[in-house]
């Protein structure tokens, strides 16, 4: 089995869906699940687990599975700041309790809503905080080098999990041609297992999801209200500031240092 391990405003749904486009080139079943600490029903009937809230506790029950899987995680400060804009304008609303705090962000300012988003995400930060990062089933990448050489990224993602990439001769021939016979087989939902994708495919697949044809614009041109923002790092330079950044520094500055983001308190 193969597996995406996501967090929550860690480009999830964009590279889940680069995952399924994959994934049906290839003749791979694939099972999406967003529930922390829940696997589906059935982990033996699934060629492509992809986990949009994973935590080590899924790790854990993949045990007795033989798999191997890749891991995004992002900036936590973007991960905030990414999260307030979603909750406040564009995700769905999936419940009552989701309902009253996006309407409770309508009615505060940014910093206060800011504040309350900081005090709403400490799942994800402490799955980002008790991830193993040192597992040899698991790539390790990050949101940040994902979302700006995604080809390159997901040639690398591929060549770990173990499915190849046939560039030229008789190799590429045959995968084209079963990828071929496999898009019409999924007309009548019997599709088969394909040995690997052409690189050629690949970009393909990445290019119709560019941060420019999801979003309609360019990358680092802000929309608020759109689920695909802005569709760059960093941007949490320009929202969390005075007592907000102090307060992040004391809850979670410790897991920046952890992951890399930074050397110490200084920022």
């Given at each position: 089995?193969?597996?995406?391990?996501?967090?929550?405003?860690?480009?999830?749904?964009?590279?889940?869906?680069?995952?399924?486009?994959?994934?049906?080139?290839?003749?791979?079943?694939?099972?999406?699940?967003?529930?922390?600490?829940?696997?589906?029903?059935?982990?033996?009937?699934?060629?492509?687990?992809?986990?949009?809230?994973?935590?080590?506790?899924?790790?854990?029950?993949?045990?007795?599975?033989?798999?191997?899987?890749?891991?995004?995680?992002?900036?936590?400060?973007?991960?905030?700041?990414?999260?307030?804009?979603?909750?406040?304008?564009?995700?769905?609303?999936?419940?009552?309790?989701?309902?009253?705090?996006?309407?409770?962000?309508?009615?505060?300012?940014?910093?206060?809503?800011?504040?309350?988003?900081?005090?709403?995400?400490?799942?994800?930060?402490?799955?980002?905080?008790?991830?193993?990062?040192?597992?040899?089933?698991?790539?390790?990448?990050?949101?940040?080098?994902?979302?700006?050489?995604?080809?390159?990224?997901?040639?690398?993602?591929?060549?770990?999990?173990?499915?190849?990439?046939?560039?030229?001769?008789?190799?590429?021939?045959?995968?084209?041609?079963?990828?071929l016979a496999n898009r019409a087989l999924h007309r009548v939902r019997i599709p088969f297992r394909v040995?690997?994708?052409?690189?050629?495919?690949?970009?393909?697949?990445?290019?119709?999801?560019?941060?420019?044809?999801?979003?309609?614009?360019?990358?680092?041109?802000?929309?608020?209200?759109?689920?695909?923002?802005?569709?760059?790092?960093?941007?949490?330079?320009?929202?969390?500031?005075?007592?907000?950044?102090?307060?992040?520094?004391?809850?979670?500055?410790?897991?920046?240092?952890?992951?890399?983001?930074?050397?110490?308190?200084?920022?």
């Open positions: 089995m193969y597996a995406y391990f996501g967090h929550h405003r860690c480009a999830t749904l964009w590279t889940a869906t680069i995952v399924k486009a994959i994934s049906r080139e290839l003749g791979l079943r694939t099972a999406q699940e967003d529930r922390y600490e829940k696997l589906p029903a059935d982990p033996s009937q699934v060629d492509f687990l992809i986990h949009l809230n994973a935590t080590d506790s899924i790790i854990q029950q993949l045990a007795g599975q033989a798999y191997r899987g890749f891991h995004v995680i992002r900036d936590p400060r973007d991960i905030l700041v990414s999260s307030y804009f979603s909750d406040k304008y564009s995700h769905p609303v999936y419940g009552q309790q989701f309902a009253q705090f996006r309407e409770q962000l309508g009615t505060v300012e940014f910093d206060e809503g800011l504040r309350l988003e900081l005090d709403r995400r400490g799942a994800e930060f402490e799955a980002l905080a008790g991830w193993n990062y040192h597992n040899p089933r698991v790539y390790e990448t990050r949101y940040e080098v994902l979302t700006t050489a995604p080809f390159d990224e997901f040639s690398k993602i591929l060549a770990f999990l173990g499915i190849p990439m046939p560039a030229r001769g008789l190799p590429n021939a045959v995968a084209r041609g079963q990828i040995a690997g994708i052409p690189p050629t495919w690949l970009h393909s697949v990445v290019q119709q999801q560019s941060f420019q044809k999801l979003a309609g614009r360019q990358r680092g041109q802000e929309d608020q209200k759109s689920h695909y923002r802005k569709g760059v790092a960093g941007d949490w330079a320009n929202h969390l500031t005075g007592a907000n950044k102090e307060l992040f520094k004391e809850r979670w500055g410790q897991l920046l240092i952890d992951l890399g983001y930074e050397r110490d308190l200084s920022w």
